[in-house]
């Protein structure tokens, strides 16, 4: 079964210090997602790619926080700086594009700790 | 965007069935109903999918009344691996701008 490949899976840092996490949806898969759940809540959508476009990003603080999905395959989260307040699970999912219902694949996540 | 209302906890035991509703009432024509299931430290992961009347899969039966207004997930016979947290998704077609609610956390006991 095809997976939404993650890294890392863990990740510690002290606050004010960049942060990176990748992701590699499945293969032909359009559409790219990062979630980011906070502890004992839902997950909340940070930004959508359609291929290497950004569909939306509107709650993805754009201060501190970039992604970008260059070859509209793979793609990277990025934080700097960040701050005690962006501990969380940083989840990546991916779905075909087409016209219809769509399932969202999800990874297993990047656990964020920013001390 | 159709936003979701779901219990925020039920209890159940082993072999019972588990029947969580989820109220969507601005549910658009377009809008499928998807539910998601989600243990700690995973990513949710797709139970079932439907735009209108009943699905089943092999893991649960979606029903889904003519308004569409809200859908009930049903797992027949739990087990206590069933034990997760269960979100009910209500999203434009192509899945755009799916917004995950707060979910049910469902604890199947022994």
């Known amino acids: 079964e095809a997976e939404v490949a993650q890294s890392p899976r863990y990740k510690i840092t002290e606050k004010s210090q960049a942060v990176a996490f990748w992701c590699d949806p499945i293969?032909?898969?359009?559409?790219l997602y990062w979630y980011r759940q906070i502890l004992g809540q839902g997950p909340e959508l940070l930004v959508q790619?359609?291929?290497?476009?950004?569909?939306?990003d509107s709650q993805l603080p754009k201060d501190r926080f970039s992604a970008e999905r260059l070859k509209g395959v793979d793609s990277t989260l990025k934080i700097q700086p960040a701050e005690l307040g962006d501990s969380a699970m940083y989840l990546c999912?991916?779905?075909?594009?087409?016209?219809?219902?769509?399932?969202?694949?999800f990874g297993a996540g990047s656990r964020l700790t920013v001390l | 965007l159709a936003k979701t209302t779901q219990p925020i906890s039920m209890d159940s035991y082993e072999g019972q069935e588990v029947n969580i509703t989820c109220s969507h009432n601005n549910i658009a024509t377009n809008d499928y109903i998807t539910w998601y299931q989600q243990f700690p430290s995973q990513g949710p992961r797709f139970i079932i999918q439907g735009y209108k009347t009943k699905v089943t899969n092999e893991v649960a039966s979606l029903f889904i009344p003519a308004d569409r207004k809200s859908s009930t997930l049903s797992l027949p016979r739990v087990s206590l691996s069933d034990t997760a947290v269960y979100y009910c998704l209500v999203g434009e077609a192509a899945g755009n701008k799916l917004t995950f609610g707060g979910g049910t956390r469902v604890l199947v006991k022994p």
């Open positions: 293969s032909g898969h359009a559409t």
């Open positions: 999912a991916s779905s075909p594009h087409r016209a219809g219902a769509n399932v969202l694949t």
């Open positions: 790619f359609q291929d290497e476009s950004v569909v939306d």
